[in-house]
């Protein structure tokens, strides 16, 4: 399984930012997805998951209200919308997937067994 991660960029505070997951190697579905996050000498955070037997999503407490997870079946990509962006969710994106079958979202990494390359979001002040 491949993931490919892309949207990352330079934003000031309060812009938006959509990011993109694209993923191949095998049929899109019967699997969660997440989105995690890791700035620089801190732990990799859960962001955001989205089940896949049932259409369902979830968010950390700091991105709640404020970021979208959503996906297209059709383009096997899955997305991340960040609006109100802060300079505390300055980190490095990661979209990640879980094996097939195992359709919940968990918040733990450890959970995930494939990961794309990760993509920099740097919020401005």
């Known amino acids: 399984v491949q993931l490919q991660a892309s949207g990352g960029g330079l934003v000031q505070a309060g812009g938006s930012l959509r990011l993109s997951c694209a993923a191949s190697?095998?049929?899109?579905?019967?699997?969660?997805m997440g989105w995690f996050r890791q700035a620089p000498g801190k732990e990799r955070e859960f962001v955001a998951g989205v089940k896949w037997s049932v259409y369902a999503t979830y968010y950390a407490d700091s991105v709640k209200g404020r970021f979208t997870i959503s996906r297209d079946n059709a383009k096997n990509t899955v997305y991340l919308q960040m609006n109100s962006l802060k300079p505390e969710d300055t980190a490095v994106y990661f979209c990640?997937?879980?094996?097939?079958?195992?359709?919940?979202?968990?918040?733990?990494?450890?959970?995930?067994?494939?990961w794309g390359q990760g993509t920099q979001v740097t919020v401005s002040s």
């Open positions: 190697g095998r049929p899109f579905g019967n699997y969660a």
């Open positions: 990640a997937a879980r094996r097939s079958g195992q359709t919940v979202a968990s918040r733990n990494p450890g959970d995930y067994a494939y």
